[in-house]
């Protein structure tokens, strides 16, 4: 890398020619990328078919982008541009859009689509979580975002994940999770991907147990992430499961039974990438 010049030495001029130039490179460099997506796209055509989204993929783009950064740069500046980036040669590849429930606030969950896949990709609306999962099942390729947390009303959507056809839980976002996130609402992405696509880490897995207590929610919850919803056709509860990398279904099954509960039923409905955590001294752990 060459010297820094002198401050002394150097005019505006010249530092705005400087800007210039790398302006220049930027564009050129995202143009010679659309046409290295262009020759994607042929090859895809005859070895791909349903969405173009690749969790594993994006999710290793986003870590390598955190561990790389430095410089005056914000980080949820680059971050933006890469999503856009991503998600805008995604779209080229093939067409899709992105259905939302905006049911746990429309400014945060807007927020998040936008950060995440930009203006180019068509938004779409759904008041429900069960509505986005059904919009995106009748569809070849398209997203859906859903809350990762529990919403009042919501019920146990992630039921219509269950069998073998349906779409699945692919990723969980942001890739990159820090305290002071521009969009840091958690959210699910419901879509059809290639299997060799899906991110393997984090296991999710529908629940439904009868016998749902304080003492259950207690024993689960000191061993896996839970969203839990009453389950009226079991007279207990149907649970959403996230199981983290190396961490056992069994586990959480041993510490329901304990706890006066019965499983009645057990469906793996989705994988994500592990949450890339940044620490507020950019420190980065992986949980």
Do not use: C
Not at 130 to 141: C, L, R, T
Not at 163 to 171: L, R, T, Y
Not at 197 to 218: F, H, I
């Amino acid at each position: 890398m060459a010297e820094k010049p002198d401050p002394g030495t150097v005019s505006l001029t010249d530092l705005r020619r400087e800007i210039d130039r790398i302006d220049e490179s930027m564009h050129g460099l995202l143009m010679e990328r659309g046409e290295i997506i262009d020759r994607l796209i042929s090859v895809k055509q005859t070895q791909e078919t349903g969405s173009a989204f690749r969790p594993a993929r994006e999710a290793e783009m986003m870590r390598r982008l955190v561990e790389r950064h430095k410089g005056i740069l914000p980080l949820d500046t680059a971050e933006s541009i890469w999503r856009v980036i991503i998600s805008t040669f995604t779209f080229v590849q093939a067409p899709f859009s992105v259905h939302a429930d905006l049911s746990a606030g429309e400014a945060h969950i807007r927020d998040s689509a936008r950060f995440h896949f930009g203006f180019t990709v068509p938004f779409i609306a759904h008041m429900g979580a069960a509505s986005v999962v059904e919009a995106v099942s009748e569809s070849k390729g398209d997203l859906g975002l859903v809350p990762a947390f529990a919403v009042a009303g919501a019920g146990a959507w992630w039921s219509a994940l269950e069998f073998d056809s349906a779409p699945k839980i692919i990723a969980r976002l942001p890739f990159v999770d820090r305290a002071d996130h521009p969009a840091a609402i958690p959210v699910f992405v419901v879509s059809r991907v290639a299997p060799d696509a899906m991110v393997r880490e984090v296991a999710m897995w529908s629940v439904r147990v009868a016998g749902w207590s304080a003492k259950a929610a207690r024993a689960v919850a000191a061993v896996a992430e839970v969203i839990a919803v009453p389950d009226n056709a079991f007279d207990g509860a149907a649970l959403l499961v996230s199981i983290p990398h190396g961490g056992e279904l069994a586990a959480v099954n041993d510490a329901l039974v304990k706890a006066g509960a019965t499983v009645r039923a057990t469906a793996l409905v989705g994988s994500h990438a592990t949450r890339y955590r940044v620490a507020a001294k950019r420190s980065l752990e992986r949980s």
